[in-house]
DNA sequence: GTGATTGCAAATCTTTTGCACTAAA
DNA sequence: TTTAGTGCAAAAGATTTGCAATCAC
């Protein structure tokens, strides 16, 4: 049923956020939400549109990349200096990261308990948690 | 005691780690490790330096503190995209970072028990566990 | 139409690099 | 003296910005 009006829902997904369905958002929108959840950067993701035959620039995939993580759509995944990943899972959740080939990728919840938290000092909130365990190859 | 030889334990912190000790990496050394544990970016050390009167080029901070990083002397810790903290306290803990100042503090210990790891995927082992607790003012 | 969005190129910021110079052993 | 370490200035990445052109409403 979908498949007549393939772009209706990524349209309402933006309009619910006040984003303008432009054809940029739309493209990106639809690689990022279409299949899994995946960790994407903004370079990847650029390549990602411009093999898809979408000419998009990548100010704007990085523009583009912000408002949908303000928008609570994305979520930022900081592990290396230099180079953010974005997350399409906002769910609470934590990642392990491969350090040898740069791979993200998320824990499944099941595996972990959940972290006895500290409190947040006098006058913070607690805004998020992010946890990394950083992978090596074996031996 | 020491007050007669002040930089003779810091001579030989780095000689341990074989790291010649040259009056810029002991100046920076002192800087680091005198005090309290620290958490620093490359910029916020040159500019102590600086200040200190010490000259050290911004070139050779970057390059002292990943020598004492390789060396086990520091750990970098990765909160932000493109600013990379390094941080005294080399023993297993984890971190607040305030957003608001972009302000780094160990949690300690105490105040939180162990979080329990998943376990590593086939053909890898656990480099590192890093938990950041990002605390936004209240209200 | 009009205000939001885009693309481009230039600017910015952090970090790294190449290489001649200097200093530790 | 020999090799490691330093400083500088330039290069490299990732990201951002300014602004005229374009598009959604």
Known sequence: ??????????ID????????????????AKLLFSGCNRHVTAEQ??????SAGVSVS???VY?????FTQAGLLREVVVEPSRSY???????????????SGELC???PE????????????????ARVDMTVRLKRSQ
């Open 45 to 50: 993701l650029h390549n990602e549109a411009l």
């Open 63 to 67: 523009n583009s990349l912000h408002q």
């Open 106 to 108: 998320d824990i499944p």
């Open 86 to 100: 974005f997350d399409t899972n906002v769910c609470d959740h934590h990642h392990f990261y491969f350090e040898d």
């Open 13 to 28: 997904r933006l309009k619910t956020v006040k984003l303008r369905p432009t054809r940029q958002r739309l493209a990106l």
């Open 1 to 10: 049923m979908q498949a007549r009006r393939p772009y209706r829902d990524l």
């Open 111 to 126: 595996t972990m308990g959940l972290p006895q938290l500290p409190e947040a000092p006098e006058g913070t909130r607690i």
């Open 58 to 60: 990548l100010a704007t």
